[in-house]
């Protein structure tokens, strides 16, 4: 037995393949016993006590309707094409339960897509939380499966806009490196390892900017943080990405409060009729105000 250890740590030490969330959730809920009595969190394991845990499955969640603006950027009777801002996640998750993209849904459609499962509504596809643009939603099953099929089968153009930090050396360039989990920061993705799902992003300087790039992505794969993992791998993180090497502050500059990162243009097919549909979302006025205050690179 671990001594002079929280008793949370204790546990997870025994059981790691629960978040420690979730353990301090069974110890507050009296799930965990400690010499036959409940405790804290927080309470220090002394060698020879005797622990008890009684794993339970998160309580059930399911998304609900909330009266949340949306601005509808295309819509059919099998797909709309929502344009999401920053800070809204696309579903429940990580303590979010409220006020993401799937609750507006709800309330604007009703009834959408099922195959995604109950919390996961009419989506196909994300966009990270600090992401902004446009986001493409099922309003039904065989759209949804359509849909899905053209993401899988890499029919669906996506193009992003992003600012990153520093000067690229080539006006345009072809990022293709694998995609794993990092071992040593499990919120973190990573592109320096062998290993990992093949991915490509595709890059276009669009402007040059005393400290930065604004360019143009495009990427045929769609691996977690995909984008925001290729740019950092080449020493230029999107500026507001923490997470990924860019400062927290920029001098001059008031904070962003988000990534640089939008999602500009989708182009796929209309699921009944095979049209041809391309939906664009301008840069957010917020991100084009920032970047008045750079100076241009002369």
Do not use: C
Not at 99 to 106: F, H
Request: net charge positive.
């Amino acid at each position: 037995m671990d001594a002079a250890r929280r008793l949370d740590q204790v546990i997870q030490s025994s059981l790691p393949q629960f978040s420690r969330s979730r353990i301090q959730e069974w110890i507050r809920r009296g799930l965990v016993l400690v010499d036959g009595a409940p405790s804290r969190p927080s309470h220090l394991v002394r060698e020879g006590q005797s622990i008890v845990v009684s794993p339970a499955p998160p309580p059930p969640l399911r998304a609900v309707p909330e009266d949340i603006p949306l601005t509808v950027l295309y819509e059919d009777a099998d797909v709309a094409a929502i344009d999401k801002p920053a800070g809204m996640a696309v579903h429940a998750g990580a303590g979010i339960h409220a006020g993401t993209l799937v609750n507006a849904l709800l309330a604007r459609f009703g009834a959408l897509s099922g195959v995604g499962g109950e919390l996961r509504p009419g989506l196909v596809h994300r966009l990270d939380r600090f992401t902004s643009g446009v986001l493409l939603v099922a309003k039904n099953d065989d759209a949804h499966r359509n849909l899905a099929a053209q993401f899988s089968g890499r029919q669906v153009e996506k193009t992003y806009l992003a600012l990153v930090h520093g000067r690229l050396l080539h006006d345009a360039g072809r990022i293709e490196r694998p995609i794993a989990r990092d071992p040593q920061h499990r919120t973190r993705m990573t592109a320096r390892l062998a290993a990992g799902r093949a991915a490509w992003s595709e890059y276009r300087v669009l402007r040059r900017l005393e400290r930065f790039t604004l360019v143009e992505i495009r990427i045929g794969t769609g691996r977690t943080h995909q984008i925001r993992v290729h740019l950092s791998s080449i020493g230029h993180p999107v500026a507001g990405d923490t997470l990924y090497g860019a400062p927290s502050q920029v001098e001059g500059r008031p904070p962003l409060g988000r990534f640089f990162l939008h999602a500009h243009r989708i182009r796929f097919r209309q699921p009944s009729t095979g049209e041809e549909i391309a939906v664009v979302s301008p840069l957010p006025a917020v991100l084009e105000e920032w970047m008045k205050g750079l100076k241009p690179r002369l």
